[in-house]
């Protein structure tokens, strides 16, 4: 953990809490204007289901991002559930002063499993043993009861925007967020493939026009961009499709995939994709 926790309101110094279900906010200050700030860890999903929190050093001095680098914004941590090791970012937030700050990790640790996944239903100790199937007859599976959906307002028919230059890509994509629900968007470059970001209260999209499929690094340098704030959707839409690579990221990370076609309706990709058409914006 960054720095000596410094004690809270009842005495007790700021660490996880006691039943492990949640990581507990520490205290971090910034290593440019000295503000502290309660750092919230975050969560990030393995694919077997565990909300993983990487662990932070003990006594470890947060430093100020200058200069960043692919390899160095990234780092390899094994799952303890499932024993699978992935690529997750480099803790950090950014400060009121502007200053990017990196927490150190301890790499001798794994991550620390918040929500582990879920185990295999073991039969109670005496319960008596499931009677076998009858021959050609499979046992009928219990229905799980259906979630509860969220009401979702009806929408006018979506009129699309015939795509044949990038911009009109561009203008397809933010007249279809806009459709969904999500509002007045800013535009801004995008930082790493050809295109733009589009940017909404509760969303985050980028529109990628190059001519090759979008990669996994497009994928995950979206979803990096919704982790410093709360109830961000990341959105991508391309003109080329995606490789199988940034298809499965994606799906792990959430991030909702369309492909633009010719008549400017974008097709979604995955079930993120598909989810976001059913529902819309959340606000």
């Known amino acids: 953990m960054p720095g000596t926790p410094q004690p809270d309101n009842t005495g007790q110094p700021v660490g996880d809490s006691s039943d492990g279900t949640r990581p507990a906010a520490r205290p971090v200050r910034c290593p440019s204007c000295r503000r502290e ?19 932070l050093l003990r006594g470890g001095i947060p430093v100020q991002v200058r200069f960043r680098s692919w390899e160095d914004a990234w780092l390899s941590m094994r799952c303890p559930s499932c024993g699978r090791s992935e690529q997750w970012p480099q803790p950090e937030f950014t400060c009121d002063c502007g200053a990017q700050v990196r927490l150190p990790v301890d790499t001798g640790r794994r991550a620390v499993p918040v929500v582990p996944a879920v185990p295999a239903v073991q039969p109670p100790r005496g319960a008596p043993p499931a009677r ?3 021959a050609g007859r499979p046992p009928l599976p219990t229905p799980a009861p259906a979630p509860r959906a969220r009401a979702v307002p009806p929408r006018p028919p979506f009129v ?14 933010a007249r279809y967020l806009e459709w969904l629900g999500f509002g007045e968007l ?5 930082q790493d493939r ?15 026009t190059w001519t090759e499929p979008a ?27 995606y ?12 991030v909702a995939l369309f492909e633009l076609d010719l008549a400017g309706v974008p097709q979604p990709v995955n079930s993120a994709a598909r989810e976001l058409l059913r529902t819309g914006s959340p606000s």
């Open 37 to 55: 700030h309660s750092y919230q860890p975050t969560l990030f999903p393995c694919t077997c289901g565990a909300q993983l929190k990487i662990p």
């Open 132 to 134: 076998p199937a009858s």
């Open 160 to 173: 699309p925007h015939p795509v044949r230059t990038s911009d009109d890509a561009i203008l397809a994509a």
């Open 186 to 190: 800013e535009v801004s470059d995008s």
């Open 194 to 208: 050809e295109g733009v970001c589009l940017l909404g209260s509760t969303v985050v999209a980028q529109v990628d």
């Open 215 to 241: 990669d996994l690094r497009a994928v995950e340098c979206l979803w990096l961009n919704t982790l410093h704030a709360d109830e961000l959707q990341p959105v991508m839409f391309t003109l080329a499709g």
């Open 243 to 254: 490789n199988q690579e940034s298809r499965n990221r994606a799906d792990q990370l959430l």
